[in-house]
């Protein structure tokens, strides 16, 4: 069964980076977009950042914008996401996940597979 795998969250300070990585088993997720979201405590789950299966084509939350960057290894099967400039109001549980489709999506509900979650705890 396919699954995704995140992995690279912890404890920043204000300012600081963090590298995310989501590792794919039991399948392949080459023709598949991938995302990243992210849910903080009492909040719903929001997009951040999405890349096309080619990856050549990217989109961004406007909060992250010019801080995080989503990149992919399609022969590693695994999508990044690099953090830098990092803000308290970044913490949250980071989720990558897949969707096969036509356009790229920032809807939760569209998306088909989904990560454990990672968690990211930016201080001030």
């Known amino acids: 069964q396919a699954q995704l795998v995140d992995s690279g969250g912890g404890l920043v300070q204000a300012g600081g980076s963090l590298r995310l990585s989501c590792a794919v088993s039991?399948?392949?997720?080459?023709?598949?977009?991938r995302g990243w979201f992210r849910q903080a405590p009492g909040k719903e789950r929001e997009f951040v950042a999405a890349?096309?299966?080619?990856?050549?084509?990217?989109y961004y939350a406007d909060s992250v914008k010019g801080r995080f960057t989503i990149s992919r290894d399609n022969a590693k099967n695994t999508v990044y996401l690099q953090m830098n400039s990092l803000k308290p109001e970044d913490t949250a549980v980071y989720y990558c996940?897949?969707?096969?489709?036509?356009?790229?999506?920032?809807?939760?509900?569209?998306?088909?597979?989904w990560g454990q979650g990672t968690q990211v705890t930016v201080s001030s």
């Open positions: 996940a897949a969707r096969r489709g036509v356009v790229m999506s920032t809807v939760v509900n569209e998306y088909d597979y």
């Open positions: 039991g399948r392949t997720f080459g023709r598949y977009d």
């Open positions: 890349i096309n299966w080619r990856g050549d084509s990217t």
